[in-house]
């Protein structure tokens, strides 16, 4: 049966991290494992990383109480991938590296721990695009210490189903902190190196949990290996800016593959893609439009002036409104009221002097309000 996650698994599986950053004291930490992907890295310096050894219940840094191998199906890092097959590993991800994210697959939820030393801290080298790395310190680091503030080619962070904007020097989303034993993709636009902040004293001795405010909150959809964040930089509600919160649900072939709460400019939901487990299938595919909806509400929201494509492992930012592109007079209707108003506007520049009204006059998003945006609403019109 597909797997949902539910509130109950976010607090039976908690991750915990039990450490003394020493050369001598070992680093602990606890992967609580949840049926389909989950997003980890193995920041710790131990004797072999070679991939059948690494998972197998022989190796002196695992402690479990269950063979691994029956419970993974699949080892996914950024271009490799390994899977199990007669309780062995195939495939082209044949040794764990540090430095790396990986996406576990699972068939059922379990709980594994790994001890080895701290490594020290890693100098990445990431690429355009997305970069899926580990974070290697062994404590719990908000994202405004752990990110230099001078690294602006990094646009976008995405955690699993969570995710972090870099709005000029900004941070926004639901990514707050870095957790011990998690992965993140790394969005940039530019080759450049990068190394995250050391904030932490080193003779602390803390445990720290994986939970987050989006944690608490009960989901009807699975998580995927395949994310597209987008980032709801505002929504209009019957010409108004709102400022309330609003519950949002992403939808794509009828299925519900996202939710999550609007509070301000920015906030993002993550909509998952079908990655070709059976937890995800049916779920969006490349390229593909998606529909967001306010929860409880049967209608969609139109994306004004923005893209509303599903994008593996990318990012978009939007602007939402229940009213339609040309719908200049917020009354759910296009029609000659609304061209009457457009023209005016053209002749006098002073017709439409409400933002929301003004991005649904530019019609063909070509940040100008003309005749051409006369002559494609008229054409709508007419289509209709």
Same mark, same amino acid.
């Given at each position: 049966?597909?797997?949902?996650?539910?509130?109950?698994?976010?607090?039976?599986?908690?991750?915990?991290?039990?450490?003394?950053?020493?050369?001598?004291?070992?680093?602990?930490?606890?992967?609580?494992?949840?049926?389909?992907?989950?997003?980890?890295?193995?920041?710790?310096?131990?004797?072999?990383?070679?991939?059948?050894?690494?998972?197998?219940?022989?190796?002196?840094?695992? &402690?479990?109480?269950?063979?691994?191998?029956?419970?993974? &199906?699949?080892?996914?890092?950024?271009?490799?991938?390994?899977?199990?097959?007669?309780?062995?590993?195939?495939?082209?991800?044949?040794?764990?590296?540090?430095?790396?994210?990986?996406?576990?697959?699972?068939?059922?939820?379990?709980?594994?721990?790994?001890?080895?030393?701290?490594?020290?801290?890693?100098?990445?080298?990431?690429?355009?695009?997305?970069?899926?790395?580990?974070?290697?310190?062994?404590?719990?680091?908000?994202?405004?210490?752990?990110?230099?503030?001078?690294?602006?080619?990094?646009?976008?962070?995405?955690?699993e189903n969570k995710a972090l904007f870099n709005n000029n020097g900004i941070l926004m989303g639901s990514?707050?902190?870095?957790?011990?034993?998690?992965?993140?993709?790394?969005?940039?636009?530019?080759?450049?190196?990068?190394?995250?902040?050391?904030?932490?004293?080193?003779?602390?001795?803390?445990?720290y949990d994986s939970q987050t405010e989006r944690d608490d909150v009960i989901i009807n959809y699975n998580?995927?290996?395949?994310?597209?964040?987008?980032?709801?930089?505002?929504?209009?509600?019957?010409?108004?800016?709102?400022?309330?919160?609003?519950?949002?649900?992403?939808?794509?072939?009828?299925?519900?593959?996202?939710?999550?709460?609007?509070?301000?400019?920015?906030?993002?939901?993550?909509?998952?893609?079908?990655?070709?487990?059976?937890?995800?299938?049916?779920?969006?595919?490349?390229?593909?439009?998606?529909?967001?909806?306010?929860?409880?509400?049967?209608?969609?929201?139109?994306?004004?002036?923005?893209?509303?494509?599903?994008?593996?492992?990318?990012?978009?930012?939007?602007?939402?409104?229940?009213?339609?592109?040309?719908?200049?007079?917020?009354?759910?209707?296009?029609?000659?009221?609304?061209?009457?108003?457009?023209?005016?506007?053209?002749?006098?520049?002073?017709?439409?002097?409400?933002?929301?009204?003004?991005?649904?006059?530019?019609?063909?998003?070509?940040?100008? &309000?003309?005749?051409?945006?006369?002559?494609?609403?008229?054409?709508? &019109?007419?289509?209709?």
């Amino acid at each position: 049966m597909k797997n949902v996650l539910k509130t109950h698994i976010a607090v039976t599986y908690i991750l915990l991290l039990s450490f003394a950053v020493s050369d001598d004291v070992p680093v602990l930490i606890n992967y609580p494992i949840i049926e389909g992907a989950n997003l980890i890295s193995f920041p710790l310096d131990i004797s072999n990383y070679e991939i059948n050894y690494f998972f197998s219940n022989d190796s002196e840094h695992i &402690i479990s109480d269950q063979i691994l191998n029956n419970n993974i &199906i699949s080892l996914i890092g950024e271009g490799e991938l390994a899977f199990v097959h007669n309780e062995s590993w195939i495939g082209s991800l044949s040794e764990i590296n540090t430095s790396h994210g990986y996406w576990i697959i699972s068939d059922e939820p379990f709980l594994f721990q790994i001890s080895g030393e701290a490594i020290s801290n890693i100098l990445y080298f990431l690429h355009p695009g997305g970069n899926l790395i580990s974070y290697p310190l062994p404590y719990e680091q908000e994202v405004y210490s752990a990110i230099p503030l001078f690294n602006n080619n990094i646009l976008a962070i995405l955690g699993e189903n969570k995710a972090l904007f870099n709005n000029n020097g900004i941070l926004m989303g639901s990514l707050s902190s870095f957790l011990p034993g998690r992965g993140y993709w790394f969005i940039v636009n530019d080759y450049t190196p990068f190394q995250y902040n050391e904030s932490y004293s080193s003779n602390s001795n803390t445990n720290y949990d994986s939970q987050t405010e989006r944690d608490d909150v009960i989901i009807n959809y699975n998580q995927s290996t395949l994310q597209s964040a987008f980032f709801v930089k505002s929504i209009y509600i019957s010409g108004e800016k709102n400022s309330e919160s609003l519950t949002l649900n992403a939808i794509c072939n009828n299925l519900t593959i996202g939710n999550s709460v609007w509070e301000s400019e920015y906030s993002d939901l993550i909509a998952m893609g079908d990655d070709g487990f059976e937890w995800t299938e049916g779920y969006c595919s490349e390229n593909q439009n998606i529909d967001i909806k306010i929860e409880d509400s049967e209608e969609n929201l139109y994306f004004i002036n923005s893209n509303k494509t599903w994008k593996s492992n990318d990012f978009e930012i939007i602007t939402l409104s229940n009213c339609s592109l040309g719908d200049i007079n917020f009354n759910s209707l296009v029609n000659v009221s609304d061209i009457i108003l457009i023209i005016e506007h053209i002749l006098l520049e002073n017709e439409i002097n409400n933002e929301h009204g003004l991005l649904l006059a530019d019609y063909n998003y070509d940040e100008l &309000i003309n005749v051409t945006d006369v002559i494609l609403i008229v054409e709508q &019109i007419l289509d209709n």
